[in-house]
């Protein structure tokens, strides 16, 4: 097992000469919350790692931190840590300090990412959503300014873009003009959350998990429409099931039993577990009678497949990526209105014909997403780069 002593701080471990390396930022991993997107970059890592070409070798780079070591990923070399920490690093890429995180190509889960790419290397960014511009209300001022001018930078100085989505493909050409070559990548679902563990009769009484409810994961943040499934709780006609919600807090003050409370719904009917691990999310998912992704924005909506995996029907807002991701296997409802969700929750509880089809199809639409079949797409994406003349200039 490697150890922070064996992480790589000058950006080459023991590679041979000539031979390409992708390094991966995995800045996300170290963040205070890792939300979404972290778990999109150790996925991603891992099946990169799992899936690399003959003759490429795959590497990671984070800024510098006390303790490197969650984001070590096993087959990734490193993590090379960066001279600057976590702050500096942002502000120094924000400012175009062309400070370089080794490799001959690299890959950016986010939009943190150099500017660039240096002479002689490639930079592929992945862009998640356009949030910033189409729901800026859904992060700070700050972050707004920072996401639209990294997104806007890589648009321009990128070989390629990485988008989840058709549908973040085609709106946010909208919002930046795009140099960059615009690639549709979706996600995958892991094994680990798509089978409950061994042990999961124990972890669910250790979560306190309802004998039936009605689950949502993802960030407490305000895009996320937990307001409008806690006040669809509320309406007499909802089902009268207690609400799960799995997700570590983000910003905007999040407050379920304050929501419940305006929405006239018992907080005590609302179960808040916080960050969960993989295991514990896996139990959780297949414990839950219903997924509610109620977002007003998503750029991909993985919780929407990992339930469907998992075997549990699925309602959803009419979010253009969540109606693209879900391909129809499950319910779509309108966004901020909580009759129409209650309506929808109640329809799919209450029909258990309903519910064996949604499963079925849910099972079906699930296995279409790999992570393996996503890193072999990324892979092909900077293999195709590296190949190409015009982009290998000496440095």
């Not at 996320?224 to 905007?252: F, M, N, Y």
Request: proline content about 11%.
């Amino acid at each position: 097992m490697r150890t922070p002593a064996d992480t790589v701080r000058d950006g080459t471990r023991a590679t041979l000469p000539g031979v390409p390396k992708l390094v991966v930022l995995l800045e996300q991993l170290l963040a205070p919350v890792p939300g979404g997107t972290g778990r999109y970059s150790r996925e991603l890592a891992a099946a990169l790692a799992a899936t690399v070409p003959a003759g490429w070798t795959v590497a990671s780079a984070v800024a510098r931190h006390a303790d490197p070591t969650p984001a070590m990923i096993p087959g990734v070399e490193g993590p090379h840590v960066l001279p600057l920490p976590r702050r500096a690093l942002v502000a120094a890429w924000e400012a175009g300090v062309p400070l370089w995180p080794g490799g001959d190509t690299v890959h950016a889960p986010t939009p943190l990412a150099p500017p660039g790419p240096r002479r002689g290397c490639d930079l592929v960014v992945t862009v998640h959503d356009t949030v910033p511009w189409t729901h800026p209300d859904g992060l700070t001022r700050r972050g707004v300014s920072w996401h639209r001018r990294m997104i806007g930078r890589a648009a321009r100085q990128a070989g390629a873009l990485v988008v989840p989505t058709a549908a973040v493909a085609g709106d946010l050409p909208r919002h930046v003009p795009c140099q960059a070559r615009v690639h549709v990548v979706g996600a995958g679902v892991s094994p680990a959350v798509a089978r409950p563990p061994e042990e999961a009769a124990e972890i669910a009484t250790q979560l306190g998990l309802p004998p039936r409810y009605v689950l949502a994961v993802g960030t407490l943040e305000p895009r996320k429409g937990i307001d409008t499934l806690l006040a669809a709780l509320a309406v007499p006609e909802a089902p009268d099931l207690p609400v799960v919600l799995a997700g570590p807090p983000g910003w905007g003050r999040v407050d379920p039993a304050a929501l419940a409370r305006q929405s006239g719904l018992d907080p005590g009917r609302v179960h808040v577990l916080g960050r969960i691990s993989d295991p514990e999310l896996a139990v959780v998912l297949h414990g839950a009678a219903v997924l509610a992704a109620p977002s007003r924005a998503e750029g991909f909506g993985l919780p929407v497949l990992e339930a469907m995996a998992a075997g549990v029907p699925v309602v959803h807002s009419d979010a253009p990526a969540l109606v693209e991701v879900a391909g129809g296997a499950g319910v779509t409802v309108r966004r901020n209105d909580p009759a129409a969700l209650a309506t929808a929750l109640r329809a799919v509880l209450s029909d258990s014909g309903q519910a064996q089809t949604m499963i079925a199809a849910g099972r079906r639409r699930a296995q279409r997403f790999t992570w393996e079949a996503t890193a072999r797409r990324v892979w092909s994406v900077h293999v195709e780069l590296h190949r190409k003349p015009s982009r290998r200039v000496p440095s």
